[in-house]
């Protein structure tokens, strides 16, 4: 790995510093391909000086993804959103970015793609995310045939964007709400093992062309994981589920806000479990031990504790 060229599109989010954390310290050259650079620069103490230079790409312009995908050892895909803003759309980036950055690795000879996917994705969900993320993976590999495609479940870790978001509302409300009754089955997974995944994916080439879903050791509703939230954050308060009219009601309202709490389309994604297949490969396939939830979390959850 050392000295060779990865390209990480996506690299600023949440997973992306994981995966950048660890491509320096195995010596690889990291191109960070994003958006905004200015987001990105964090980045750079991770390596040597140099050994890790954010790139601003523009998702439309084909030719510009080629140029940051040319001469690079491998390219790892970490390109997703959670809602749908302007011209930032699920066709645009889980699908057209995925196709275009495929066919930039094939013209250019690159050994290895692996693409960040996510469970639940599907061609027939009533869901957008979940189905445009499963058709991105279809014109994917269709236009790199040995395209790796990973799709993690719920990522959690220090930083992470859901038990840090839920804690933070719980300082503030009564009370916490569910939708669609809080029974969905997620299964939360550790960003570092999904980073690490991606590591041993990325160095086995018998992973070519294969799928995987990695999920953590323990499924849980969605009421389960807001229980478990308000208690390692000691603040026991009532868990109140929305009937359908209202929860959907009050999604069209929140969609609006600079960061949505749910969409409707979210709505859409909850209404079916997330959690990895029965003949799935998974991180065990890959020599990793999930990392317990209970583990992990609460020691960051501290903060949000009450101070009396």
Known sequence: MRNKIITVFGGSGFLGRSVIQNLARQGARVRVAVRNTDRANHLRVYGEVGQVVPLQINLKDAENIEAVCKGSHAVI?????????????????????????AKACTK???????????LGADLNSESN????????EQKGQAAFKDMTIIRPGL?????????????????????LTLFDKGTTKLQPVYVGDVAEGIMTVLKDSTTKGKLYE??????????????????????PKPVVSF??????????ILQFMPKPLVTPDQLRFLKKDAIVGKKAKTLTDLGIIPKHLEAIVPP????YKPRF
């Open 108 to 118: 250019h000879a690159i050994k290895r793609l692996i693409h960040i996917s996510a």
């Open 155 to 175: 990522l959690f870790g220090a930083g992470d964007n859901f038990f840090n978001r839920f804690a933070e509302l719980a300082k503030i409300t009564p009370f």
């Open 243 to 252: 009937p359908d009219r209202v929860g959907k009601g009050l999604s069209y």
């Open 129 to 136: 995310y979940a189905r445009t993320k499963a058709l991105g």
């Open 77 to 101: 895909n970490l390109l997703g959103i959670l809602y749908e803003k302007c011209t930032s759309t699920f066709e645009a980036v889980h699908v057209k970015a995925v196709e275009d950055i």
């Open 300 to 303: 960051y959850l501290a903060p």
């Open 214 to 235: 990695l999920g953590g050791d323990q499924i849980f509703t969605f009421k389960e994981l807001m229980e478990f939230l308000l208690k390692f954050t000691g603040r």
